[in-house]
């Protein structure tokens, strides 16, 4: 799936609208925030603390968003080093546990191949938020799945000529063709609160790590999304 000419476009302009206004949006909702805390022992005498739960999740969801806008505006120059996968795999694997773990989700890795073998020049931080992006849209595929079966995301690394290839399987719902198709489309989404970001940045950083993306879904069954970055000289 290429990334098209218009989508690109998108993301620029999103980039510089986002980081224009993010920073107007963000002094007013801290100053909200400030206030809200100072009236939650009112609306706790009231007996309306779920107001103040209420609003101060609803700010912290638009703060998010504004994260993730001013994320895809950031300069696409990465900051490269030589790591190997295996590693930062296995960070992720660490990260994402706990989370998985409350969702009844098991996330396995498994690795073909010496990890020394498998080192790549990327900036740590960008590749770890496109796999932590999947990880996550693969949780939320699970937990879509409404006949009960165990959750699975597998993490599966492996050498592919002179590519690494990160393939990140999951059990969850899958994806029909029109979703396929516009999976890297800035802004689409399918859930309730959903940014439709995350996989279209997630593209762009990869490609400016000159790697590639590929997807294979099935519906009812799951999706598989694979990562290929270039070796490391
Ligand atoms: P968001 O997660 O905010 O919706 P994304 O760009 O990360 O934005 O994903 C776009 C859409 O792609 C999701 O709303 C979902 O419909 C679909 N999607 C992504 N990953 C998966 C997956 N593993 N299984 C099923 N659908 C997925």
Redesign the pocket.
């Known amino acids: 799936i290429e990334q098209t000419a218009l989508q690109n476009d998108k993301l620029a302009i999103l980039g510089r609208i986002s980081a224009g206004i993010a920073h107007e949006i963000r002094n007013p909702l801290t100053s909200i925030r400030g206030f809200i805390q100072l009236l939650r022992p009112f609306l706790v005498q009231l007996g309306k603390e779920e107001y103040a739960r209420i609003i101060l999740a609803e700010i912290d969801r638009a703060n998010d968003i504004i994260y993730?806008f001013l994320n895809s505006s950031k300069p696409s120059a990465p900051m490269k080093q030589n790591i190997s996968i295996v590693d930062l795999i296995k960070e992720i694997v660490l990260l994402a546990d706990s989370e998985a773990l409350m969702r009844n989700c098991q996330i396995n890795m498994e690795t073909f191949g010496n990890s020394d073998d498998l080192r790549v020049s990327v900036d740590v931080k960008q590749v770890k938020q496109v796999i932590l992006?999947?990880v996550?849209?693969?949780l939320?595929?699970?937990e879509?799945v409404k006949e009960h079966r165990r959750g699975c995301i597998d993490l599966v690394t492996r050498l592919d000529g002179r590519y690494v290839e990160i393939m990140?399987r999951?059990n969850?719902?899958?994806?029909d063709r029109a979703?396929l198709n516009?999976?890297?489309?800035?802004f689409?989404?399918?859930?309730e609160?959903?940014?439709?970001?995350?996989?279209?940045?997630?593209y762009r950083i990869i490609r400016n790590h000159n790697g590639f993306v590929r997807?294979d879904?099935e519906v009812d069954m799951?999706?598989s999304?694979l990562i290929y970055l270039p070796l490391a000289d």
């Open positions: 993730e992006n999947i996550k849209n693969a939320d595929a699970i879509e990140i999951d969850g719902k899958g994806m979703t516009r999976l890297f489309d800035p689409f989404t399918t859930k609160s959903g940014t439709g970001l995350g996989l279209s940045v997630s997807v879904s799951g999706t999304f």
